[in-house]
């Protein structure tokens, strides 16, 4: 008979301990997930959003007389701006000719026009 009441008067403290350990197993299984997302965060969303923002302001501080490499791979200079489209002068000499291009098709600038 008293081994019985010793064993229900352990059952409480072991079942507090279990609970214990439950939260922090619980917690050290939500803690793999956000470490996850902080290094996802750090290697690819980070940098992508640095890398829009570079190209963003490039596309907006383009100007007459720079000259572009557009996504194609055609280079030229520009001649005109509106809006979103630009005219490009490709070519060199007697061959020049113009093209038509949406401002978005730009990838780089190779030479910023003198002020």
């Known amino acids: 008979m008293n081994l019985f009441i010793m064993k229900a008067l ?3 403290v072991a079942t507090a301990d279990a609970a214990a ?3 922090g197993a619980m917690l050290s299984s939500l803690l793999v997930p956000v470490l996850m997302l902080a290094v996802l965060y750090f290697l690819m ?3 992508q959003r640095k890398r829009d923002k570079l190209t963003k ?3 907006a501080g ?3 007389g720079d000259k572009i490499i ?4 055609i280079h030229g200079k520009i001649v005109t701006i509106k809006d979103d489209t630009l005219v490009i002068e490709t070519g060199s000499g007697a061959e020049k000719s113009a093209i ?3 401002r978005w098709a730009v990838r780089e ?3 910023p026009a003198e002020a």
């Open 10 to 12: 352990a059952e409480p």
């Open 21 to 23: 350990a439950g939260t």
């Open 45 to 47: 969303i980070r940098p």
């Open 57 to 59: 302001e490039m596309l």
């Open 62 to 64: 383009l100007l007459v």
């Open 70 to 73: 557009t996504i194609g791979g």
């Open 100 to 102: 038509k291009i949406s």
């Open 109 to 111: 600038v190779v030479k």
